[in-house]
């Protein structure tokens, strides 16, 4: 097979609804976005892929730039006027109200900060040392900075003990990249000083209902809705889980027709479930086929989604199987942040490896991994102790429950955003429960309320019974 040709001035799929940012004076490989759109601002480059939505928001303050698609999800507020006062008054409040796909830049003086959406799906990394670089993918800001593959971390990827875990992602906040490492969700970055700041939550969780939960999930989906109707065509993966049910259930009641597609390997019995949901629900679907990876075509898909992936998951398929049935106006829509939301890895509900760092490192290695090497074990507690000081936890003593915030901020960061990452080859992809009041207020239930998959097939009764109980 000839060799593919996976520069991004050659390819537009390649690095696809990315971004980069970095002061004018930062020695850069600039060929790697020459063909992008460039703006120029307080003395910073900021370098937006073509296909990426820009919005520039000036005020007295300071300059916003939003890339991504990104609404207000929670309040009767306009965008402009949010972002505004976030600018203006540094008020987090305003950043709570906001969901979508997004990276969010304040510039300020000769300063700049980084943030991104609740669990984030739009991937942010940096580089700690060397050229200081900000952008949308790993490969991308390494290669902007000059900077290669990690060999300690490729050793580790080929350990046995990484590929015994079945759903594979790494440690910590790391990448793939020498000094290239992920933003912790939650946490806001100075380019400038590459130091990161915590700004969610600020309070604990408190006392809180299963009403008070849905006026939100409902307050959401209504503003979601809404964005949706006005641009995309939402394309939803239809399996049988409480995951997938909720965001059907929220989008159909509020007027939303999403597109379902299917691809192999469900369990027989979860494709049985899939099918009462199509005939219930009446919306069009789609069972896709698994690529054919020796056509040419399908190759290339799958190398540029590794490539955007950090090659960190091999060479993705599922673009290859989306990409025959993909429209324009198109967005996947995945129901990431249910788990979050339903306490997957809450520490009152999963049986506990440890306290503190040790337990999340138990939680990381998983069943699969019962008796991990000296190396493997100095390697993995290295990338959380990063990502703990990084990210601002302290983990005895966490700003919230350490399983959550484990699989918020960890998992969903490393391993959630880069798996939507793989079908930006083809198409925009969303995370379908993103929503910072919502977690909050899901953690704050009693546990018997948030325990397992019954809440969301709770929320799912309240707007389509028939739905749940399928």
């Known amino acids: 097979m000839a060799e593919i040709d996976l520069r991004p001035e050659r390819d537009p799929r390649v690095f696809r609804y990315g971004f980069a940012c970095f002061a004018e004076t930062t020695p850069t490989d600039r060929t790697l976005v020459r063909d992008w759109s460039t703006l120029r601002l307080h003395g910073h480059v900021l370098a937006v892929h073509p296909d990426a939505e820009v919005r520039v928001v000036p005020t007295p303050a300071g300059t916003c730039a939003v890339i991504g698609e990104v609404f207000v999800a929670h309040g009767s507020e306009g965008l402009d006027e949010v972002l505004a006062r976030h600018v203006t008054t540094g008020d987090w409040e305003a950043i709570d109200r906001l969901s979508g796909r997004f990276a969010l830049l304040v ?14 799906s739009r991937t942010v990394y940096y580089t700690l040392r060397g050229p200081a ?21 490729s050793r580790y990827m080929a350990a046995p003990e990484y590929r015994a875990r079945r759903t594979r992602y790494l440690p910590g906040d790391l990448t793939r990249y020498r000094h290239v490492v ?54 939803v993966g239809a399996t049988g889980g409480s995951d997938c049910r909720t965001l059907l259930a929220g989008l159909v009641a509020h007027g939303v027709a999403p597109r379902l597609v299917t691809w192999p390997g469900l369990p027989p019995a979860e494709v049985a479930t899939v099918e009462r949901m199509v ?3 009446g919306l069009p679907h789609t069972v896709v086929d698994d690529p054919d990876v020796r056509d040419p075509q399908v190759a290339e898909v799958m190398s540029i989604s590794a490539l955007n992936t950090g090659h960190t998951r091999g060479r993705p398929r599922i673009p290859a199987m989306l990409a025959p049935h993909v429209e324009v106006t198109d967005v996947f829509v995945r129901g990431y942040g249910g ?11 999963v049986p506990s490896n440890g306290d503190g760092l040790a337990g999340m490192i138990r939680q990381f290695y998983t069943r699969a991994v019962r008796e991990p090497s000296t190396g493997d074990q100095a390697f993995t507690r290295s990338a959380f102790e990063g990502f703990a000081a990084r990210g601002h936890v302290e983990p005895e003593n966490p700003p919230y429950d350490l399983g959550d915030l484990h699989y918020l901020e960890q998992r969903m960061a490393v391993w959630a955003a880069v798996v939507m990452g793989e079908a930006d080859t083809v198409m925009r992809t969303h995370a379908g429960l993103n ?9 704050a239930l009693p546990d018997e309320e948030r325990f397992d998959k019954q ?11 028939r739905l749940a109980a399928l």
């Open 339 to 349: 788990e979050v939301m339903r306490g997957s890895w809450n520490s009152a509900f």
């Open 182 to 235: 992920t933003l912790v969700p939650n946490s806001v970055l100075d380019l400038g000083t590459r130091r990161t700041q915590r700004y969610w939550p600020r309070v604990a969780p408190g006392e809180t209902t299963f009403a008070d939960v849905f006026e939100l999930v409902d307050e959401y989906f209504k503003a979601y809705a809404t964005f949706l109707s006005a641009r995309y065509t939402p394309v």
């Open 107 to 120: 510039f300020t003086g000769s300063s700049v900060r980084v943030l991104n959406d609740p669990i984030g």
């Open 435 to 443: 929503s910072r009041p919502i977690y909050l207020a899901s953690m």
């Open 279 to 281: 005939a219930h629900l």
């Open 455 to 465: 809440l969301m097939f709770r929320i799912v009764a309240e707007y389509d019974q």
């Open 133 to 153: 670089v900000v952008g949308s993918h790993a490969a991308l800001v390494a290669g902007l900075a000059g900077v290669g593959l990690d060999g300690e971390t």
